[in-house]
């Protein structure tokens, strides 16, 4: 539909393709009300109310994906591990994350083409950030 404009072949970016916005509205919603309902992983979560954790996750998404530097204007450079740091992520906080994300992806109904690029980069990026080993 938007592919071509004035002449020169653009390629829409993920963020585009997969909805836009609401897209990522929606994933990040439905990934805070598991988050909302899980006691150990909310506990990690400093702020009482979790609308603005879900609004900075919800903008960095956008951002990653080609859409709106909103998250870079408000946040400056994501420095995603360094922000981590303060909290303990271990194998069990991963698991936690990743189970509740794995629901928010699902029910976004995306293209077995759009639903792969997205978890593979959730997974790899949840595994980057954990910063607490397991004891032996
Ligand atoms: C592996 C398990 C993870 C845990 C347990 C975890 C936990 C947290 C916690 C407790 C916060 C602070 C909440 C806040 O005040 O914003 C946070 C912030 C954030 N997390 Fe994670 N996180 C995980 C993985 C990820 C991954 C994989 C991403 C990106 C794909 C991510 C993106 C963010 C962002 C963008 C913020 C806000 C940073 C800021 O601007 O301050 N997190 N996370």
């Known amino acids: 539909m938007n592919e071509i404009r004035r002449g ?7 963020y585009e393709q997969v909805g ?20 150990e992983l909310r ?6 109310d979790l609308g603005p954790a879900e609004e900075r996750l919800r903008l960095f998404l956008i951002q990653y994906w080609g859409g709106p530097t909103t998250y870079s204007e408000r946040r400056g450079h994501p420095r995603l591990r360094m922000r981590h740091a303060p ?4 194998r069990a906080a991963h698991d936690a994350w990743l ?5 928010a992806v699902d029910d976004l109904g995306l293209s077995e083409e759009h ?6 980069y959730l997974t790899y990026a949840a595994a980057s950030m954990v910063n607490t080993a ?3």
């Open 43 to 48: 506990a990690m979560y400093p702020e009482e």
């Open 20 to 39: 836009g916005e609401e897209t990522f509205t929606r994933l990040v919603r439905r990934f805070y009300e598991g988050v909302a309902e899980d006691p």
């Open 87 to 90: 909290f303990t992520v271990d």
């Open 8 to 14: 020169t072949l653009q390629t829409e970016t993920f």
């Open 115 to 120: 639903e792969h690029t997205l978890w593979s």
């Open 99 to 103: 189970r509740h994300m794995r629901a």
């Open 134 to 136: 397991d004891p032996e």
